[in-house]
């Protein structure tokens, strides 16, 4: 009788260990609720609630869904954590061409750091700002968040601040530069389409990539904050700028210029006047032999682009200058090289035409 007793309770020690031991394919999720709803930008990052933990770490809480771009905005070399905070019950509607539809009261945030070494993110970071996007009555507002040296919280600023940056990039190289954080009112001029403000990264075809281990849209679908999604293999995707496997030259540099070009250089936006360089654009408003506006910013270039001849184009000129004829025109300080290589690889592979004034 007692030799079955002890075999009672081990057998039900082994059932409890079998049953309450993690199951790798159902994992238990701790609840880390995020607030229903937010009214305004407010003074500091953590008054959001939407991190738990220490707020450095970047913690999502559950209705605060954490993204990547294919292929992102080159910012000096910055590092950048992507986060959208849906409202408590609302879902964006899917768009096959532009921005996801988002609901009333979505923020979108966006954190810039610097690791300290770029061959091993594992060793840290210095973060430097988290921009802010939040939709109340259908407009988008902006805020920009700088965060203090002990890394411990981020607060609301109107005004550019200039901070040094350093690290190590991925040749093993020690770099520094004079990292500018822009103003409320610079960050307006790049999101601005039709004179109101709007997202950039957040596109289908932007998003169309697997992150966390699943594909995003799929993930925003099944977490219920997304609708509309059609099936995967009928949404357009860009390819990822630096990854030759991922598509051809052209169709890479043209992602490239129109994630950190085309948010101004489009129909809609403050340099419509002058190229062409958003995704839908068209190869005869990209700037082959077309004469610049912008005068002695030009570098006594003729042209924006020479086919053929990337060496004598505007548009390689400005894009290695970090003076007042860099472009971008604002928030850059460090020559993204591996980008203007891209771009000039891309010049050089068009059939010259012969540019004449």
Known sequence: MLKLKYFT??????????????????????????????????PKLSDFKLFYGDLKDMQATDNLF????????????????????????????????????????????????????????????????????????????????????EQTEAF?????????????????????TQYLIPSNLDCEKCHKSNETLEPLGP?????????????????L????????????????????????????????????????????HNENGNANFTILLNWEAGADKLGKCQTPSYGSRSGGFSFDIVPGKADSSVMTYRMGETNQNKMPSIAKTFVHKEGVELIKNWINEMTPIGCTE
């Not at 992507?82 to 061409?97: D, W």
């Open 203 to 219: 596109k289908a075809r932007n998003l169309n990539k697997l992150f966390n281990g699943k594909n995003q849209l799929q993930a």
């Open 221 to 264: 679908n099944e977490l219920g904050f997304l609708k509309g999604l059609p099936a995967l293999g009928s949404i357009p995707k860009v390819p990822k700028w630096d990854d030759p496997s991922s598509g051809s030259l052209d169709l890479r540099a043209r992602a490239y210029l129109d994630i950190n070009c085309g948010h101004c």
């Open 156 to 176: 609301l600023e109107e005004e550019e601040k200039e901070v040094t940056a350093n690290w190590i990039d991925v040749n093993g190289i020690s770099q520094t």
């Open 66 to 149: 954490n993204y990547d771009l294919i292929t992102p905005l080159y910012s000096d070399y910055a590092g950048k954590a992507r986060f959208i905070f849906f409202p408590k019950g609302s879902t964006a509607n899917y768009n096959n061409t532009g921005v996801l539809n988002f609901p009333e009261g979505t923020l979108i945030l966006k954190t810039f750091y610097f690791s300290k070494d770029l061959r091993n993110e594992a060793l840290g970071r210095k973060i430097l700002e988290t921009r802010v996007l939040f939709l109340k009555n259908g407009i988008w507002h902006s805020g920009n968040y700088h965060w203090n040296n």
């Open 9 to 42: 309770i081990i057998l039900l020690g082994a059932l409890f260990i079998t049953f309450c031991k993690k199951d790798p394919e159902n994992p238990i999720v701790t609840p880390r609720p995020s607030p229903d709803k937010i009214d305004t930008l407010l």
